[in-house]
């Protein structure tokens, strides 16, 4: 089915580890983001990315690392894992249409110890 | 520069009597505005969206929101609420200054009541 697919949904790792999110989007999109949900900050945008080989930070970038290397994947990595990073995290895709709404992915919950 | 407001950050309703989320907005250009519905657990989902045509936007769910230029607002109605209709709601905006990003507003959490 199209559509926008996030792994894993649930995931417990450690201070100092390293951990990657998966995104995978079915509708070719052009851009794709990545946001972080946290109570009492709403959504965070922490990376995002207009086209493959293409990304720019957002809002709250620090210790994250993005890559596209094909339009459809953006996966997101946590390179030494803190307990802030503790959240949950979407994904989204656009049209690059600019007044085009993003289509959302169900999250990934992440908790780190 | 853009901003969002949602004017409640909790709002409860009965089932079966309307529902009014209120949304105010900051922009330099012309618009486009959002509603995005989050239940618990969930990504968000597009309710309904305004880009420059009809002011009164129907979205999905019997949900509609009416652009108001002079009064900078994009509120969200339905006629009557359904216990489904319990989540989060986020105001959405965006403007030919910035597509690349979109600013959310802070969400309204709908209890419904039986």
């Known amino acids: 089915d199209a559509g926008i697919t996030q792994s894993p949904r649930y995931k417990i790792t450690e201070t100092g580890r390293q951990v990657t999110l998966m995104c995978h989007q079915t509708w070719s999109h052009s851009y794709m983001f990545w946001y972080r949900q946290d109570l009492g900050h709403g959504l965070r945008l922490i990376y995002y990315s207009a086209a493959a080989d293409i990304t720019d930070k957002g809002e709250v970038p620090d210790g994250y690392v993005v890559s596209r290397s094909k339009t459809e994947n953006f996966p997101l990595t946590l390179e030494s894992a803190t307990r802030s990073q503790t959240s949950v995290y979407f994904c989204?895709?656009?049209?690059?249409?600019?007044?085009?709404?993003?289509?959302f992915g169900d999250g990934t919950r992440l908790s780190i110890l | 520069a853009q901003s969002v407001t949602q004017l409640d950050s909790h709002v409860s309703v009965s089932e079966g009597t309307p529902v009014l989320l209120r949304c105010n907005y900051s922009s330099s250009y012309s618009p486009s505005l959002f509603w995005y519905v989050q239940h618990p657990n969930k990504g968000l989902q597009l309710l309904l969206k305004y880009t420059s045509a009809a002011t009164l936007v129907k979205g999905i769910n019997g949900f509609e929101a009416e652009f108001k230029k002079s009064e900078t607002s994009f509120h969200l109605t339905k006629p009557s609420a359904h216990m489904s209709d319990a989540a989060e709601y986020f105001c959405?905006?965006?403007?030919?200054?910035?597509?690349?990003?979109?600013?959310f507003g802070p969400g309204t959490s709908l209890s419904v009541i039986p």
């Open positions: 959405v905006v965006s403007d030919v200054a910035s597509y690349d990003k979109v600013i």
């Open positions: 989204a895709s656009r049209d690059r249409a600019g007044n085009q709404p993003q289509h």
